[in-house]
């Protein structure tokens, strides 16, 4: 089933004059249950196309519709609930509120959600057991490795039940041991439980767990090729 | 809100040492004004106190127009009665009557023009410090018809305890008042104006001298709490209606008044620019705060978190920053003014001879009073908020795409 779908998407940034084309006209839709790598050298545009895509960005031109809602509709709040409920987002680091313990930045979601306290605590339990960090529910991120931090961030992301998870380059800041473990981790997560997953990368080795390749250069679609395994 | 709370305080603990610098500079601010104001009011507490009290009262109540033209033709009736309808407030401790007028007074070749002020001497002793200003004879008894001249007057007119005061007037309705008075007492009035020209007779006395008989001109209305002079003053003018005017002592004692105004307003000039600065300084450290927090802030919005929500939280942060400077400034000025309340600062040099000369203690009680220790803090809270209003905008402002390229 189709949950996402781009249509001509341009995103063009303007900066001291100088124009910018991030995303090219760009034509893509992704489907419930995917496992996506989008590939592509620095600067050909994938973060830019994961926030489209999030809804953390607006497009110059060309159409996003998630789950039947089109983007353009909605107005700035409303695109933060639209966040809050339906996109689960991973950064490349310091995703975490340092000031929050782990399972604390898992509720915390759910608090925005006004989630009831005992549902809260039930599925931050359930989260922090799925990433294997249950004995880490009360450290601060400070206290936890970039690979745990990341793991945290994932479970987070999982918090609302979203539809997809929109990951940038997730690994680029762990060594290969843990990048390597998150990737399995999220594989399992997609596998077992039927979630969503769209990541950046330009890791080879996290690029081969990918069961969709979409290559990206000067904000075009280079490639889209399905992995078979 | 308790979430909020929870994530301020620890927010707070990220800095260490700039939130302990920024309630630092809170905590001085509230003191350096709690005790400045403490002593700059209580001087004026204890001035007015003494002045006031030596014979004008914080608040006079007379028939309409009486402040303006002090003649017969604007006195009022008075009886016990009366009286009791006027206690509509349990802030009034006393109601002190008089029937003042002018008169010239003569004695042997010589003629003053006087001032003749008609008391009840037992209410007229309870409320003034005239007693304590005896230097010879006895005061009036309440029956008494007999005179008590100020010092300055009796040696001019050159009587003594003893002698015999006369005195010519035009009394109510314009008849002629002439009368002689045996001198009961000379006190010592502070201040020269009224020491030249003062003769203190009974009410019954000073009625019958005025053919005014029942008749007041003036009634001092005495507070337990001077705090409390608009509010009475307010009661009081609704309660009498448009037949008598509620005066207080600003409206009579204008020239102190105006004093009173300037010194106190220098003094919150100086406060205005010590809390400027303390806003400034608030000011920097939401700013810098917010530029440390700029991707963090970023992330929040982009996983949901609603702009004004990141409002609220940075808002609970500074005020919570702001109330423990507010209460640990609070607390470390109370011991302070309770220590000079109880243990005033005593004066030497000219301010204590002027100071003794006007009858007063060479001393400063610090003043301890809820009220401008209470505006202390709402003063600081308002800065709080206005250096709020920036830092909230640029949070509304926050464009999380950029926020998290870093
Ligand atoms: N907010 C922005 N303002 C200006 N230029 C931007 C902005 N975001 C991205 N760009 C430019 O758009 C291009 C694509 O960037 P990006 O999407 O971050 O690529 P990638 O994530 O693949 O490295 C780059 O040339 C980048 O400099
Ligand atoms: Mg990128």
Redesign the interface.
Known sequence: MEIISLKNLTKTYREDSIEVTAVSDITLSFAEGEFTAIVGPSGSGK?TLL?LI?G??APTSGEIVVNGTNLARLSS?QL??F???N?G?V?QA??L????TARENIE??M??QNKPVHERRKRASELLQAVGLADRAKSRPSKLSGGQQQRVAVA??LA?RPRFILADEPTANLDSHSAENLLEMMEKLNREENITFIFSTHDPRVMKKARRIITLEDGKVLRDEQMHK | MKEYLKMAWRNLGRNRRRTAITTASVLFAVFFATVEQSFHLGIWHNLLENVLHSYTGYLQIHASGYQENKNFDYTFPWNEDTEKALHVSKDIKALIPRLESFALASSGERTKPVIVAGIDPGKEYGFSHLPEKLAQGKMLEPEDQGALLSRRLAEYLKLKVGDTLLMISQGYAGTSAAGIFPVRGIVRLPAPEWDNQMVYLTLPTARQFYSAENMLTTLVVDLRNPSTLEKTAGKLSHTLGSHFEVLTWKQMLTELYQQYISDVGSGYILLGLLYLIIGFGIFGTLMMMLNERRYELGVMTAVGMKKRKIAVLISTEVVLLAFLGILLGIAAALPVMLWFHHHPVTLSGTMAKTMEIYGMEPEIPALLEPGFIFKQGIAVLLLTFMALVWPVISVFRLSPVKALRR
């Open positions: 973060t926030n999030g953390l960005d709040s933060t609930d966040r809050l409920w996109v987002f950064f310091y995703n509120i340092p000031v929050l915390f979601i608090h925005l987070r992301a609302p």
